[in-house]
């Protein structure tokens, strides 16, 4: 069980980690953290994962250029409104990559669980921040469940929405990412992103078995 909790406060925390990223621009105190001791060991600690280490030595790559370019924060901020909120944009809902049905799956599925996200995003909630930022706090109420049905259902709730939402749709927006930021910050960021879907998606098929109904 000590293995349980611990992992999920490491996948909510990756999962929050990129809905920060994907969600709005990042400062320049932001930028610096990248230089810190600390992100420099979590992202060594994802590298010693076989799947993850080629996408985080291009996003080590990104960041050493990031943090020496003229101007960064301004620079970073000109890219993340060039890609995901200029016209036209690489963007981060599911709808634009797939049907307003998406939109209107996400809008019932929060409902259905009493989640408001509209203090923390004003995007619409089919934004890839949203679906992310569900993601970790889905985690976080397995992890704090009273009893293993409910431990199971929240299980559920996860897998659903990876395989509903998030991977019907990501590889979408990342292959358009990666094509459309000349930089590299983004396009890195989103290939990391989705090879750890990928894998979360791996593990929560061996700690849950049989599929959630959505």
Sequence with gaps: MQEFLATSERRAELYWWFATLFSAELSDEQIAEYDSYDVRSFLKSLSTLDPMRPAVTELNEAI?????RPDRARALTADFKALFLAAPAVQPYESAHLTVASLVRMQERLARLAIDVGAKYPQPVDHLGVELDLMGNLIIRAAEAASADQRERWLGEQEALLHTHLLAWFP????????????????????LLGVFLTMDANYLSLVKPARSAD
Excluded at 64 to 68: E, F, I, S, T
Excluded at 172 to 191: H, I, K, N, V
Aim: some cysteine.
């Design 64 to 68: 050493a250029r990031l943090l020496v």
């Design 172 to 191: 979408l927006f990342e292959a358009t990412c990666r094509a459309a930021d000349p930089f590299g910050f983004y396009g890195a960021s989103a290939r």
